[in-house]
């Protein structure tokens, strides 16, 4: 038994099993281990060092909790252009004296964060549009990361009724247009049920085609094809030395918008806003990448703003002798970093994701996080009409329209929960059928790609039938669909599905809403109300004929990634595993109340989607216990886990700042 566990099982002993052991004890033992040379310290017990070239900001975990000392060299300007260290008008006159910023700021010292909050709602909320209020947003986290977060959690807790960030995005009631990734750096969407945004184009959408023009303030690594041999020593530039965790995309398919080439840099900055506010990852320790290989977007090629490289982009070799580079630079950096892929397209993004997973800690969360997401939205729907146990799973007949990026993922991520559920994995796949372009996959399709291959089975469906033969013929208990195309599930696809089922499980999971294959209204009317729905992008709830009003799920990623990616750091996992993955998926079914799932709402409320998160770190550390891919030296205790990730999460508050000695 390790010393950690040594210690455990002696307070155990003295306490009993049934108690639970403080933060403070867990911490204790743990930097028992680090100091003892065994492991490297693990993300609960580290301190965290800002590395600038004259400069070292030496901050313990959760930066800005009450009563959690910043020591800074900096002094006077360089602390307010600082948005780490930056508290506006909040700064107490003692610090200013100490900080040498008396006189850089006006006398008013009375105000704190909560009224910090409040008067920058009430002024973004003034603004004529939504384009100025996200430029509005973008321009405060450069300027002020704790009072960026601080509204970003009150909106995704719902502190106060006013906070919800609905407020801030106003409603456009001609043409609503929901969004689920378009996003304020992509982090707007996901902390409430609905941001409406403007009229013709979601405000992020307007946002990223406008970079340039946009463009203020460098936040991330810019990596390109021009850089090579160049990358190593560029990751030494990014001024934090802890990061932990890293989003990186090359803007080949952002959003709905296609290939944006650098103007896709929002999203990773936008998924990591989300580690912040939702998994409590400190701001410092995250890290947006851009890896820009060029684009083939002939509109962004002649824009005189456009600030990526200009030419066409690579493939091939040369794409990937690139990329390798990109990663060996930041793996050099932070050897034990967290890597997720996003908005990949579809030429690159199972490639990519297969020549990594099993070398580095990395996800591709488009793949892997939407098969996690959508095993959890299935055995959630599955309850929610008696099926208590997962394994009903196995019994389910499943139709995917999309055979991409996403596709491939559900499929893969469905079948290992099957055959983890006792299926043999070559029954699961029978399960499964998948549809593209072509029509329905079978055993006489003669080109498809590698990761296709798996899925290509005999079976009473003939190659290449159209989607409604395939259910006509399958009777598929689940529809689910990523493929952007709209309408595709018809009324006479929908109506088939519910002849032979009483409550059919309908997944049309594309976004943005004018993208969905069918719409929540049209699905629930032909249905009568019986479908279990679920979508990709947000949708009101729908009144039905006989007065009932339904409530509309929304099957969305940022309900495990953050988990996912929190319990991998807490573990210190040298991979990502599949295992941990189906934990993720199992844990976000299991934190659905069953008053939920009588109303046929098949996800968590948002409302408490931070200790949904916390749970779904603890089984994530589990797992990766259990695949043996864990260096953090937890013992297999649950309530100790969750203590170390509550002790782990940051919320945002100011913290006292004090010179650097």
């Known amino acids: 038994m390790s010393p950690v566990c040594d210690d455990l099982g ?41 590395n ?21 060299a900096k002094t006077g300007m360089a602390v307010l252009n600082d948005p780490l260290l930056n508290k506006g008008l909040a700064f107490p006159m003692h610090e200013r004296d100490r900080l040498g910023i008396r006189g850089l700021l006006p006398p008013t010292v009375d105000e704190n964060l909560e009224k910090q909050k409040n008067r920058l709602m009430k002024r973004i909320r003034a603004l004529p549009n939504n384009l100025l209020r996200f430029a509005t947003l973008n321009s405060l986290q450069d300027r002020n990361e704790v009072l960026f977060y601080r509204i970003l959690c009150t909106a995704a807790l719902r502190r106060d009724s006013e906070a919800g ?50 463009f203020r303030r460098p936040r991330g690594l810019f990596f390109s094809a021009n850089d090579r041999g160049a990358m190593i020593s560029m990751a030494y530039n990014w001024p934090r030395e802890d990061v932990q965790i890293a989003v990186i995309t090359d803007g080949s398919r952002i959003l709905g918008l296609g290939d944006l080439g650098v103007n896709g840099m929002a999203i990773p900055i936008g998924k990591l806003s989300l580690y912040c506010a939702i998994a ?9 990448v851009f890896l820009d290989v060029g684009t083939d977007n002939k509109e962004l090629l002649t824009r005189a703003g456009y600030l990526g490289i ?51 800690l990395c996800f591709n969360d488009d793949i892997q996080g939407t098969g996690a997401v959508c095993v959890a939205g299935v055995i959630g729907a599955l309850r929610s009409i008696g099926h208590n146990s997962p394994s009903a799973l196995c019994d389910q007949r499943i139709v995917i329209a999309g055979a991409g990026t996403a596709g491939i993922g ?81 009324e006479d696809v929908v109506r088939e599905m519910s002849k032979h089922h009483e409550r059919p499980i309908i997944f049309p999971l594309s976004n943005p809403t004018a993208n969905t294959e069918c719409t929540a209204p049209d699905a629930l009317a032909w249905t009568n109300g019986t479908a ?101 030296p937890l013992p297999e205790d649950d309530d100790v886990i969750r203590a170390v990730v509550e002790h782990e999460s940051w919320d945002p508050h100011y913290a006292a700042i004090v010179p650097q000695t």
Request: hydrophobic content about 40%.
């Open 10 to 50: 002696v307070f155990a002993n003295v306490t009993g099993v049934e108690a639970r052991p403080s933060p403070a004890l867990v911490m204790a033992m743990m930097r028992r281990v680090v100091r003892m040379g065994r492991v490297r310290a693990p993300v609960a017990c580290r301190s965290h060092y800002t």
């Open 52 to 72: 600038t070239k004259d400069d070292w900001v030496e901050t313990t975990r959760g930066h800005s909790r009450p009563g959690v000392l910043n020591k800074t």
């Open 165 to 214: 960030l609905t407020v801030l995005l106003r409603r456009q009631p001609e043409r609503a247009c929901s969004c689920d990734l378009w996003v304020h750096d992509a982090a707007f969407w996901c902390v409430r049920p609905r941001l409406i945004l403007s009229t013709d184009t979601p405000t992020v959408g307007l946002g990223a085609l406008n970079y340039g023009e946009l």
């Open 280 to 288: 409590g990852i400190h701001p410092s320790r995250t890290l947006p």
């Open 310 to 360: 200009k030419q066409k982009r690579l493939r091939g070799d040369e794409y990937f002798a690139v990329l390798d580079e990109c990663i060996q630079a930041l793996k050099n950096r932070w050897p034990h970093i967290l890597l997720q892929f996003e908005d990949f397209n579809n030429e690159n993004a199972i490639p990519v994701l297969q020549r990594y997973r099993d070398e580095i």
């Open 410 to 490: 559900i499929a893969e991520s469905l079948a290992f929960a099957m055959e983890s559920f006792g299926l043999s994995y070559d029954k699961a796949l029978r399960n499964l059928t998948l549809v593209d372009q072509y029509g329905a996959l079978g055993a006489g399709r003669q080109q498809y790609a590698s990761a296709q291959g798996p899925f290509l089975h005999d079976g009473p469906i003939a190659d290449g039938a159209s989607l409604l033969d395939t259910v006509r013929t399958l009777k598929p208990h689940i529809l689910i669909g990523v493929t952007g195309i709209s309408g595709l599930f018809s």
């Open 532 to 632: 279990i729905y679920a979508s990709g992008s947000p949708f009101d709830p729908v009144a039905m004929p006989d007065g009932r009003v339904v409530e509309v799920n929304q099957a969305n990623n940022m309900y495990t990634f953050p988990g996912l990616g929190l319990g991998a750091l807490i573990a210190n996992a040298k991979l990502v595993t599949r295992g941990m993955l189906l934990a993720a998926s199992l844990e976000l079914a299991e934190q659905v109340p069953q008053e939920r799932l009588d109303r046929g709402l098949i996800f968590p409320d948002l409302d408490t989607i931070r200790g949904v998160t916390q749970s779904i770190a603890v089984k994530v550390v589990r797992a990766a216990q259990d695949d043996q891919v864990a260096r953090t």
